[in-house]
């Protein structure tokens, strides 16, 4: 555990903070006592190689075939991946971490609920860059508040006049130029974050290492449902099409399940030692 512990780049010097913030979703989580955690590097050198594997193989199909509609229409499909991919990883994280909670006697129950704080973190950063792009919008539109509401503010403490209407025109054109700065900043933002949470699996590992082997599955399966009706993103030979957008689930779901085996045959974890039972 200290070895993950060393100095990451102090707060004070330069980048300190980006580095702190970044350092959070990285280094392992402090796990009480009680809570079992294993770092087996076949897993993880496994899922690395699955992950390389998998942007090589999407790279080559959009590289080797035409798209089937336009880049504005793929781009915007992969957006609403995304999407869909946050939403299913929130509600399965939300099941799951519930079922464990309910399924494990109160000690094991109070030992789960004390690991929740970096999952909830991962919900508000994601609902945090969608909500600042709303109100950045709103802004813009003059629904938050507008001019003759600020006018109304400044005249109420100036008197009505030149003053209060230069002041409110002021700082409408600070808000207005501060909502575009806000706007611009939060969509890669929202980007980034979305897809730091579905790296991470919103970091129910922290919950319980099982959690994630379980989760993955849902997520890739429920995409391969979202793409099959969605239509094919390229116009790629049916064989070739359907190949890879089966690789994908299957390849996952049987990494998945290989984990979970491995931690109940070499780690001596399962779901019935994850539930205290």
Not at 46 to 71: D, F, H, K
Not at 242 to 265: D, H, K, Q
Request: hydrophobic share 50%.
């Amino acid at each position: 555990m200290s070895g993950t512990r060393a100095v990451f780049g102090s707060r004070s010097q330069p980048g300190g903070a980006v580095k702190a913030f970044f350092r959070s979703w990285t280094v392992e989580f402090e796990y009480s006592p009680m809570a079992e955690h294993v770092e087996d590097g076949l897993v993880t050198w496994a899922q690395r190689g699955r992950t390389v594997l998998g942007l090589v193989a999407a790279l080559w199909l959009i590289v080797a075939y035409p798209l089937s509609s336009g880049g504005e229409e793929f781009v915007l499909g992969k957006l609403v991946e995304l999407a869909l991919a946050c939403a299913v990883l929130a509600v399965g994280s939300l099941v799951g971490v519930t079922a464990f909670l309910v399924a494990s006697p109160p000690g094991r129950r109070r030992d789960f609920a004390e690991r929740l704080r970096r999952p909830l973190s991962a919900a508000l950063l994601l609902v945090s860059g969608p909500l600042v792009m709303w109100l950045s919008f709103t802004t813009l539109k003059g629904e938050l508040i507008s001019g003759g509401d600020l006018k109304g503010f400044f005249s109420a403490i100036t008197g009505p006049g030149f003053i209060s209407s230069a002041l409110a025109f002021i700082a409408l054109a600070v808000g207005w130029i501060a909502a575009v700065i806000v706007l611009i900043c939060s969509v890669p933002y929202t980007l980034v974050s979305c897809y730091a949470c579905v790296f991470t699996c919103l970091r129910v590992a922290d919950v319980h290492q099982l959690l994630p082997a379980l989760l993955s599955p849902l997520l890739v399966w429920s995409l391969f449902a979202f793409q099959v009706l969605s239509g094919p993103d390229v116009a790629a030979p049916p064989e070739v099409l359907y190949s890879f957008m089966l690789g994908g689930p299957l390849s996952v779901t049987a990494l998945s399940v290989w984990e979970v085996r491995r931690l109940r045959s070499h780690h001596g974890i399962n779901l019935r030692s994850a539930l205290g039972r």
